[in-house]
Nanobody
């Protein structure tokens, strides 16, 4: 089992920035592809960004490309999501996930076998 804990959420104004962190337990973190997903009120959980175990390649949802940056530090067992130019539409609970497929950086929820409990991001207008 892999334990994932998100942090860094909060309340910001439109145009502001937040940096989310996902800390993973275990010795195998460097072998997992990692993803960020979000779920807004009344909507299904949606893909945000993903990163391969080595850090390349990375993938982004069209709605966040150019504003969000995913990165990882395998020496710290941590993946990050830097969110800039935040908009009210970004308001959601953000979840960190670990892929069950080696060297994965895709967008399918069913391909991620381990999930954190989420951190709330609220963007006010």
């Amino acid at each position: 089992q892999v334990q994932l804990v998100e942090s860094g959420g909060g309340l910001v104004q439109t145009g502001g920035s937040l940096r989310l962190s996902c800390a993973a337990s275990g010795r195998s973190f460097r072998t997992y592809g990692m993803g960020w997903f979000r779920q807004a009120p009344g909507l299904e959980r949606a893909f945000v960004a993903a990163i391969d175990s080595s850090g390349v390649p990375v993938n982004y949802a069209d709605s966040v490309r150019g504003r969000f940056t995913i990165s990882r530090d395998n020496t710290k067992n941590t993946v990050y999501l830097q969110m800039n130019k935040l908009e009210p539409e970004d308001t959601a609970v953000y979840y960190c996930a670990a892929s069950r497929i080696p060297h994965y950086s895709g967008l399918r929820l069913d391909d991620y076998g381990y999930w954190g409990q989420g951190t709330q991001v609220t963007v006010s207008s």
